[in-house]
């Protein structure tokens, strides 16, 4: 197999956007589009990509990093201008060049991975990807000789009525030798209607060659439409999204309501999990089998075992055990670790905390900077009294600590294991294990206080 370089134009404008942010940056699947289209190409196998800015160049550079090499076309004079701009970086490339488009985040991996090797295995010149539309307005056509071979694609804009009759389209996507690409690129002129260098004239030039050019027709046309305004971004958005929901459903987990679920592409979840309607799950978060989560929640940045059940609740950058309750009205903040069985909500936050084998938070708490121990209850309305105006404290729970309703813990401050506080204190103190901690004024009752006063 011969080594695969990819080419990815960047550097249009997209004026339609209306945005300040280059096109190519705008997210789609939680990701910016151009990184769905190196994703898309390092599946197919590209070892390298080379992405062509303009327009905002420099936060394409800083957003995508280290895993591309970038070519500023201080010009857009077309987009054989653009490859042109890459040259000298192909000088020492030995192996085929994939030119994509920054803006067509909808491409699978092997869509392309397919093209890459029917190019190799044709030993084709060049190999265009195309399309047969129903519409082909706008599109440059694919002029085939008689026996079907490729003869050149001739741009909308220059096309007679003949033509434009044809509705095999190119869709901008393309496979060449680098040898090949070079020296026909040395001969494009930017003599047509728009004066621009068109990369089509790369396949005329090279189709007269003796290494013929050849053409696959994409199975999903969809995949290759590219982004030029906000509503286009939405619709890619629901297509992206409904795969993601489709692949997730083909392995068994059941999505209740496809238009009201909305799972990032990088997310695992396991068989027998159901999400209920409402749901966002985000970045790199993975779910075991037989979960609930849902309705109403978001999940981002988390890990979850198996038979959880997360209900109306927001965790981020949160591991959750398995046979975990969360939920109702909880949110779980970052650094929060949730062992196996706990139980957390209704009504509660956890930050930066670790919460030990079934332990329960089940009401209306607080619990910040705090290591609990396993098999500890909190009772209703506890808070951690974490923050002293300058520093955060953190709270120690041992194994088997009860701590009775509305306690405020003011940290820094350990409960020894087994012990228990009373409810309504405001432990300052540690409370030694198998203590009782009280920390509250003593009632008095005033006898008739009602007639009196
Ligand atoms: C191009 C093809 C056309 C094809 C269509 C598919 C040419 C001449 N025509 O037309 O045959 O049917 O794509 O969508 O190639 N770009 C640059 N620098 C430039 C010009 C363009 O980076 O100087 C980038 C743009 O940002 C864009 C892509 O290349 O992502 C395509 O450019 P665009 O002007 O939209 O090409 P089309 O005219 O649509
Ligand atoms: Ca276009």
């Given at each position: 197999?011969?080594?695969?370089?990819a080419?990815?134009?960047?550097?249009?404008?997209?004026?339609?956007?209306?945005?300040?942010?280059?096109?190519?940056?705008?997210?789609?699947?939680?990701?910016?589009?151009?990184?769905?289209?190196?994703?898309?190409?390092?599946?197919?196998?590209?070892?390298?990509?080379?992405?062509?800015?303009?327009?905002?160049?420099?936060?394409?550079?800083?957003?995508?990093?280290?895993?591309?090499?970038?070519?500023?076309?201080?010009?857009?004079?077309?987009?054989?201008?653009a490859?042109?701009?890459?040259?000298?970086?192909?000088?020492?490339?030995?192996?085929?060049?994939?030119?994509?488009?920054?803006?067509?985040?909808?491409?699978?991996?092997?869509?392309?991975?397919?093209?890459?090797?029917?190019?190799?295995?044709?030993?084709?010149?060049?190999?265009?990807?195309?399309?047969?539309?129903?519409?082909?307005?706008?599109?440059?056509?694919?002029?085939?000789?008689?026996?079907?071979?490729?003869?050149?694609?001739?741009?909308?804009?220059?096309?007679?009525?003949?033509?434009?009759?044809?509705?095999?389209?190119?869709?901008?996507?393309?496979?060449?030798?680098?040898?090949?690409?070079?020296?026909a690129?040395?001969?494009?002129?930017?003599?047509?209607?728009?004066?621009?260098?068109?990369?089509?004239?790369?396949?005329?030039?090279?189709?007269?060659?003796?290494?013929?050019?050849?053409?696959?027709?994409?199975?999903?046309?969809?995949?290759?439409?590219?982004?030029?305004?906000?509503?286009?971004?939405?619709?890619?958005?629901?297509?992206?999204?409904?795969?993601?929901?489709?692949?997730?459903?083909?392995?068994?987990?059941?999505?209740?309501?496809?238009?009201?679920?909305?799972?990032?592409?990088?997310?695992?979840?396991?068989?027998?999990?159901?999400?209920?309607?409402?749901?966002?799950?985000?970045?790199?978060?993975?779910?075991?089998?037989?979960?609930?989560?849902?309705?109403?929640?978001r999940?981002?940045?988390?890990s979850?075992?198996?038979?959880?059940?997360?209900?109306?609740?927001?965790?981020?950058?949160?591991?959750?055990?398995?046979?975990?309750?969360?939920?109702?009205?909880?949110?779980l903040?970052?650094?929060?670790?949730?062992?196996?069985?706990?139980?957390?909500?209704?009504?509660?936050?956890?930050?930066?905390?670790?919460?030990?084998?079934?332990?329960?938070?089940?009401?209306?708490?607080?619990?910040?900077?705090?290591?609990?121990?396993?098999?500890?209850?909190?009772g209703?309305?506890?808070?951690t009294?974490?923050?002293?105006?300058?520093?955060k404290?953190?709270?120690?729970?041992?194994?088997?600590?009860?701590?009775?309703?509305?306690?405020?813990?003011?940290?820094?401050?350990?409960?020894?294991?087994?012990?228990?506080?009373?409810?309504?204190?405001?432990?300052?103190?540690?409370?030694?294990?198998?203590?009782?901690?009280?920390?509250?004024?003593?009632?008095?009752?005033?006898?008739?206080?009602?007639?009196?006063?």
């Amino acid at each position: 197999m011969s080594d695969l370089l990819a080419v990815v134009l960047a550097a249009g404008k997209g004026t339609r956007m209306k945005s300040t942010l280059p096109k190519v940056l705008h997210r789609i699947g939680g990701k910016p589009m151009v990184q769905q289209v190196l994703d898309a190409a390092t599946k197919a196998g590209a070892k390298r990509s080379v992405v062509v800015v303009g327009f905002g160049g420099e936060s394409v550079e800083a957003t995508l990093g280290a895993q591309a090499e970038y070519v500023v076309q201080a010009e857009q004079l077309g987009t054989g201008h653009a490859v042109m701009q890459v040259s000298s970086l192909l000088q020492d490339f030995d192996g085929t060049v994939m030119v994509l488009y920054g803006d067509t985040p909808l491409l699978r991996g092997e869509t392309l991975a397919k093209l890459f090797a029917e190019h190799q295995r044709s030993k084709a010149s060049a190999t265009v990807l195309t399309a047969c539309v129903i519409d082909p307005t706008g599109y440059g056509r694919v002029i085939r000789d008689d026996s079907g071979q490729v003869l050149k694609i001739v741009e909308q804009k220059d096309a007679d009525s003949q033509e434009r009759a044809i509705n095999e389209i190119n869709t901008g996507i393309y496979c060449f030798e680098r040898v090949a690409l070079l020296e026909a690129l040395s001969k494009i002129t930017c003599n047509n209607i728009q004066g621009e260098y068109y990369l089509t004239d790369v396949i005329g030039i090279l189709a007269q060659s003796e290494v013929k050019v050849r053409a696959v027709q994409v199975e999903d046309y969809e995949e290759t439409l590219g982004i030029n305004s906000r509503v286009q971004l939405a619709d890619a958005e629901k297509i992206l999204r409904r795969r993601k929901l489709v692949d997730l459903m083909d392995h068994g987990v059941t999505i209740m309501d496809i238009d009201s679920t909305f799972i990032d592409a990088e997310v695992c979840i396991g068989p027998d999990t159901i999400i209920y309607p409402f749901t966002w799950i985000e970045g790199q978060t993975t779910i075991g089998s037989n979960c609930e989560i849902g309705p109403s929640s978001r999940i981002q940045n988390s890990s979850i075992g198996d038979q959880t059940t997360v209900h109306f609740s927001y965790a981020h950058d949160c591991q959750i055990g398995n046979r975990v309750t969360v939920g109702p009205y909880v949110h779980l903040r970052p650094n929060t670790c949730l062992a196996d069985g706990v139980k957390v909500g209704n009504f509660v936050e956890v930050k930066n905390s670790q919460v030990g084998t079934g332990s329960k938070i089940p009401h209306l708490s607080y619990i910040g900077d705090t290591d609990m121990g396993a098999g500890v209850n909190i009772g209703s309305g506890t808070i951690t009294v974490n923050y002293d105006g300058k520093h955060k404290h953190r709270t120690t729970l041992e194994d088997g600590v009860f701590i009775g309703c509305n306690t405020n813990l003011v940290a820094p401050v350990t409960v020894g294991k087994g012990a228990y506080v009373a409810a309504g204190s405001t432990i300052t103190k540690d409370v030694p294990s198998e203590a009782l901690g009280v920390a509250r004024a003593r009632q008095s009752n005033i006898d008739g206080w009602v007639t009196k006063k």
